[in-house]
């Protein structure tokens, strides 16, 4: 079975590929439709983003799509950068931008207030119009300076509970245990095992 990652983000890609190697799945990513046009993501919720992409993908591949969004939500921000996070400096902003944006915002708030989630929502959609969603949380909290050259997004910032460095401190296949793109990759395994064993 076929089935074409909505992304064209490669760090993301390359972290479905490991999470999904052993599965006797061809994965794809947009990447491979050049003629493709990208999807704006402007819904309120991190569902409505994750079905807009997988939605479009799959109508023009007819293939299964699979389309992730996922964000930071940080408590002393009132849930913000949220569905935002990867613009929430503006557009164009780079990881970087985003990053001093979200520590300008926290200056003067003590670590044990710098509470955040990392949320992740799966969408797979099939050419049948059949829909299913995966979720997947790791909570944490908030640095004060950046920390660690690995991952991408806000992983130099962020401490998972349990642990005493950052997502970006740690190696690929330590954070692929913990994050929240692994729990929700886990429910999508689930299913994706029976679905390919029934087929």
């Known amino acids: 079975m076929q089935i ?3 992304s064209r983000n490669k760090k993301k890609t390359e972290e479905l590929g490991r999470i999904l190697k052993d599965l006797n799945i061809e994965l794809l990513s947009i990447n491979d439709f050049p003629e493709l046009e990208e999807v704006v993501e402007d819904g309120l919720t991190f569902q409505e983003n994750a079905l807009k992409k997988a939605r479009y993908v799959c109508q023009k591949t007819g293939l299964p799509a699979l389309a992730d969004d996922s964000g930071l939500v940080v408590d002393a921000l009132g849930g ?3 569905v935002r ?6 557009e164009n902003a780079t990881d970087e931008d985003n990053i001093k944006k979200l520590l300008k915002e926290l200056e003067g708030i003590p670590l044990e207030e710098r509470t955040a989630q990392f949320v992740c929502c799966i969408a797979l959609v099939f050419p049948n119009s059949k829909e299913y969603l995966f979720w997947g949380y790791v909570k944490g909290k908030i640095t004060e300076t950046p920390k660690g050259s690995y991952g991408f997004g806000y992983d130099p910032v962020f401490i998972p509970e349990g642990s005493s460095v950052t997502f970006a401190q740690m190696l690929p ?3 692929d245990k ?3 793109r692994k729990e929700a990759l886990d429910k ?3 299913f994706l095992i029976k679905l390919t064993t029934n087929l």
């Open 80 to 82: 913000a950068p949220g």
């Open 178 to 180: 913990i994050s929240h």
């Open 4 to 6: 074409v990652i909505a």
């Open 173 to 175: 296949h330590e954070k």
């Open 188 to 190: 999508l395994i689930e």
């Open 85 to 90: 996070s990867a613009r929430y400096a503006g």
